[in-house]
């Protein structure tokens, strides 16, 4: 497997962050010449499935977070956005945590067993908080579980995938490959799975007559407790490398820069330096040193645009969730896509195109000299994820105007439970015939636009007639909101309308449904009970037209209505079918034909109509930008530091990261764009901007090879570059 196929992201699990891990791999290198074969360490498998059980904790956990917040905790979207990433963020900086703990002070073995247990002490904090009993919803107790699990995740991320690597000897070349082939394939394998099955945990299953939040993160930390217990099984029989106490190479870079500037500072007057960093001298630090530490200044520069990157990349899990909230993941009548769920498409993708890329895209690209070298992939990739976020604002404008449309300000419905089919004229034309209670399977219909543009200017006047039945008159006036006239039949076979019901609905629910049952005049509301396959639901009368919706999951429901007056005379309909984003009204009356108890089930709200299917394009826009970015960036950063500085430059890579994420927090809490059309717009000019800054700072990098061909010294040059 090429290094480009070893990726989920692939700073989710580097090798290189610890310096005396480091030096055991250019032992590695440099010794496997002698060609002796040793026995394989069977033992790393048990840190190959310590980093599935991991992975899988981490966005299992992850993939349902933003949802928990907004549809649990109930944070408005910009909250729940912010506190997301701020998580998000902190998973980044602490990595250089851990690095330094493992480096200079306990190892990678010990610095992984106590931020392991720390980490899976956050996620059964996160798990006990979000039972109802205990006390949930609460705020507290999930950021505190969050904060431990963000130093858990993050402090082992750099140690586990090099303490695996340290257990093959130096002749083992081939077989610490493999290694990391199949260790970077048990980080995809674990993080789809749990994509696809914590939703499912999450939605289908109901605990406390709520979504499932107990066991979609209780299943998250129990394989983090099974990460843990695998690792310690292998404690007998670890290599473990020596601790090289108070070292720390990330802590050396950051003196030299210090003593670089504050000697500058102190004594640019009367000591001239090429290099601001050459004053570090001054402090005893040694040339070599010094130039490596130049090295990683020169690649800094170059990474300062792209933070930015991930600041749009990591919205896939809030924002981009959040839109998916919005669109229907319907399959048939029984099968829907969780809008978390729909995460899962970006590893999928992942997987399937980087061989691709690999053996045919890049391969045909570079007959033609392009896309040769890493910056230039960065620069498309950074494009391609700009793009995206327009495609994000193109869906995003389409759904509104869908919404706009379903649900204009003023509609009139018009709802028959006679034993009769009803014709309502105007003017000896017919506008509407609306066919007769049909048990278990009543229509509302709806009078046509042109007569709605009417009863705007002025009151209208109908006239009804229902076949063998009486026939009568209506006004309708005042149509400042949208109304539902409701025909039936009197104890003496009479047919009139109700009086108009109103209502009015000022914003749609995201990620969910909402439904009220109410009771036509005929009825006692407090005689019933509904209940959606076994949720139980209180009917209010029809007299009360601002009865509260009740908030349930979209699903296909059993819908079940007891009589306490008359057991005798319930209600059972196998088939009440609940669309995301959808407000219902269910009325419940007794049919004339065969005096039974029945329904008919009107849409106050619509969801906008359009699938979730259509996400895909900019989720593939997306996932073809972090190809060529992430994959890209990872290699440019090791292939361009200085054998003692890779920990560094892959520090500097977390960064960028995290500074993406904080950059998402602090646009969020400023609330500043309603208009989510105009965030992504934002977004994707944001990051279009940093693109030519990225490119203006690496349009005259020059590649470290190509100074090696230009000097044998180990002295980096930094004059003259070379155009990527």
């Known amino acids: 497997m090429s290094s480009q196929q070893e990726?989920?992201?692939?700073?989710?699990?580097?090798?290189?962050?610890?310096?005396?891990?480091?030096?055991?791999?250019?032992?590695?290198?440099?010794?496997?010449?002698?060609?002796?074969?040793?026995?394989?360490?069977?033992?790393?498998?048990?840190?190959?499935?310590?980093e599935f059980c991991e992975r899988f904790s981490f966005y299992g956990m992850r993939t349902i977070l933003f949802i928990y917040f907004t549809q649990f905790i109930k944070m408005n979207e910009d909250t729940a956005t912010a506190v997301y990433h701020a998580y998000s963020s902190l998973c980044y900086f602490t990595p250089i945590l851990g690095a330094i703990i493992a480096d200079g002070f306990i190892g990678l073995y010990s610095t992984i067993v106590s931020l392991s247990i720390v980490y899976f002490i956050g996620e059964t904090i996160v798990t006990l908080t979000s039972i109802t009993p205990l006390g949930a919803p609460n705020v507290y107790g999930p950021v505190i579980g969050l904060i431990l699990i963000a130093i858990g995740t993050g402090g082992i991320k750099p140690c586990v995938s090099a303490f695996g690597g340290n257990q093959f000897k130096p002749t083992q070349t081939r077989y610490l490959e493999n290694f990391f082939s199949v260790f970077y394939l048990s980080i995809n394998i674990g993080s789809t799975i749990a994509t696809i099955l914590t939703p499912i945990f999450r939605s289908d299953v109901k605990c406390?007559?709520?979504?499932?939040?107990?066991?979609?993160?209780?299943?998250?930390?129990l394989f983090m407790l099974i990460a843990i217990a695998l690792f310690l099984l292998g404690t007998p029989f670890y290599v473990r490398s020596k601790v090289r106490?108070?070292?720390?190479?990330i802590l050396e870079t950051l003196q030299v820069i210090f003593c670089g500037i504050k000697n500058k500072f102190e004594m640019r007057k009367y000591i001239k330096k090429e290099h601001w960093l050459d004053y570090a001298e001054e402090s005893n630090f040694s040339k070599q040193i010094i130039s490596d530490v130049k090295a990683v200044v020169r690649v800094f520069i170059v990474f300062v645009p792209l933070p930015i990157f991930w600041t749009l990349y990591d919205q896939q899990g809030s924002r981009w969730t959040e839109q998916a909230q919005q669109l229907s993941g319907r399959i048939g009548r029984s099968f829907t896509i969780k809008p978390d769920q729909f995460q899962a498409v970006n590893p999928i993708l992942i997987v399937a195109l980087v061989p691709v890329f690999d053996a045919f895209i890049y391969p045909f690209l570079a007959k033609f000299n392009l896309l040769k070298k890493q910056l230039q992939r960065i620069f498309v990739g950074l494009l391609f994820a700009s793009a995206s976020f327009g495609i994000a604002a193109v869906l995003e404008k389409q759904m509104q105007s869908a919404s706009a449309s379903l649900n204009p300000v003023n509609q009139i419905r018009i709802i028959n439970t006679a034993s009769c089919d009803l014709e309502l004229i105007q003017n000896g034309e017919n506008l509407l015939k609306a066919s007769k209670a049909n048990y278990l399977n009543n229509q509302v219909y709806k009078l046509p636009d042109a007569f709605v543009d009417l009863v705007k200017k002025s009151d209208q006047n109908l006239q009804f007639k229902c076949d063998g039945k009486n026939s009568g008159s209506l006004t309708i006036s005042n149509l400042t909101e949208s109304k539902v006239f409701i025909f039936y039949e009197d104890s003496n076979g009479k047919v009139d309308s109700l009086k108009e019901f109103s209502f009015r609905i000022k914003k749609g629910i995201i990620g969910k449904s909402e439904i009220r049952f109410l009771t036509l005049p005929s009825l006692d509301n407090k005689n019933f009970e509904a209940k959606l396959s076994g949720k139980n639901f209180s009917v209010e009368s029809f007299e009360n037209e601002q009865a509260k919706y009740n908030e349930n999951s979209y699903a296909n429901y059993l819908f079940e209505v007891t009589n306490r007056a008359d057991s005798e005379n319930g209600l059972k309909s196998d088939d009440l079918l609940l669309e995301i984003c959808t407000k219902y009204t269910v009325f419940l009356f007794q049919n004339p034909i065969n005096k039974k108890l029945d329904f008919v089930q009107m849409t106050d709200f619509y969801q906008n109509g359009i699938g979730i299917w259509w996400q895909l394009i900019q989720i593939l826009v997306m996932t073809i930008g972090e190809i060529m970015f992430s994959i890209s960036g990872v290699s440019f950063a090791y292939s361009q530091a200085p054998a003692s500085m890779k920990s560094v430059l892959q520090a500097i890579w977390f960064l960028t990261v995290a500074f993406g994420n904080l950059i998402v927090v602090i646009i969020a809490e400023a609330r500043a764009i309603d208009d989510q059309v105009y965030e992504y717009v934002f977004f994707a000019g944001l990051l279009f901007v940093a693109t030519l800054v990225f490119f203006s700072l690496s349009y005259n990098y020059k590649y470290?090879?190509?100074?090696?061909k230009l000097e044998k010294n180990k002295v980096v040059p930094y004059e003259e570059d070379e155009k990527i």
Do not use: R, W
């Not at 106490?245 to 190479?249: I, L, T």
């Not at 470290?704 to 090696?708: F, L, N």
């Open 245 to 249: 106490k108070g070292k720390n190479v």
């Open 208 to 221: 406390f007559g709520d979504d499932c939040y107990p066991l979609a993160f209780g299943v998250p930390a």
């Open 7 to 50: 990726h989920k992201k692939m700073d989710d699990a580097d090798p290189g962050l610890n310096s005396s891990d480091l030096d055991v791999m250019e032992s590695n290198q440099t010794e496997a010449k002698k060609g002796k074969k040793e026995k394989y360490p069977y033992v790393v498998f048990l840190i190959i499935v310590n």
């Open 704 to 708: 470290v090879e190509d100074q090696d």
